[in-house]
Nanobody
Framework: QLQLVESGGGLVQPGGSLRLSCAAS????????IGWFRQAPGKEREGVLC????????NYADSVKGRFTISRDIAKNTVYLQMNSLNAEDTAIYYC?????????????????WGQGTQVTVSS
């Protein structure tokens, strides 16, 4: 059974950092692309970053360039989202999702399996 579990969210002050984890089971990171998405209150869900089965990155959001990075640990079957220089606009529920196609599509619909999300709140 394919399962994705996010962790690492919380309350952080502006300018702070957080690292989110997405622990995957029932799939191999060698076969699936994993994307990070977020949804802020009153806004549509948007893509943040994605890593393909080959380890190639794709950035979906200009607002996180230079601040967020994605990485993975194949042995732990876990994908990470390192978030630095956080600001209030980064407040959202963050989700990871898996695409069996193995590449980072521009279509969110290609990600068929989703985690339950983890809340990130940036506030002083």
């Amino acid at each position: 059974q394919l399962q994705l579990v996010e962790s690492g969210g919380g309350l952080v002050q502006p300018g702070g950092s957080l690292r989110l984890s997405c622990a995957a089971s029932g799939l191999s990171l060698d076969d699936y692309a994993i994307g990070w998405f977020r949804q802020a209150p009153g806004k549509e869900r948007e893509g943040v970053l994605c890593i393909s089965r080959r380890g190639e990155y794709r950035n979906y959001a200009d607002s996180v360039k230079g601040r967020f990075t994605i990485s993975r640990d194949i042995a732990k079957n876990t994908v990470y989202l390192q978030m630095n220089s956080l600001n209030a606009e980064d407040t959202a529920i963050y989700y990871c999702a898996a695409s069996r196609w193995g590449y980072c599509s521009s279509s969110m619909q290609s990600f068929g399996s989703w985690g339950q999300g983890t809340q990130v709140t940036v506030s002083s």
